[in-house]
């Protein structure tokens, strides 16, 4: 079994910074994918960036802004937001894909102010 737990959000201005960090408990290995959706009221749940053995990969909405990293020896998982802007705001679900199977983080709420 596999948790997730995601903290760092909050409440920020546009133009402004946040980086959040996701923790991850269980049998977890480098080559297994970790990343973050977000979802905002309304809108369908959309990737934001993803870091595995191969790379990075962001969504189009945030390249140049975000930037993801890994620390494999604490299973954790960052996404460092800068130039946030009002469209940022989201919930922001953590993942990591093991053995074919996704498990997610509980969510953070991101609130970017115009």
């Known amino acids: 079994q596999v948790q997730l737990v995601e903290s760092g959000g909050g409440l920020v201005q546009a133009g402004g910074s946040l980086r959040l960090s996701c923790a991850a408990s269980?049998?977890?290995?480098?080559?297994?994918?970790m990343g973050w959706y977000r979802q905002a009221p309304g809108k369908q749940r959309e990737l934001v960036a993803v870091?595995?053995?191969?790379?990075?990969n962001y969504g189009d909405s945030v390249k140049g802004r975000f930037a993801i990293s890994r620390d494999n020896a604490k299973n954790r998982v960052f996404l460092q937001m800068s130039s946030l802007k009002p469209e940022d705001t989201a919930v922001y679900y953590c993942?990591?894909?093991?053995?074919?199977?996704?498990?997610w983080g509980q969510g953070t709420q991101v609130t970017v102010s115009s």
């Open positions: 993942y990591v894909l093991r053995s074919g199977y996704v498990y």
């Open positions: 269980g049998s977890i290995s480098s080559i297994n994918p």
């Open positions: 870091i595995s053995s191969g790379g990075t």
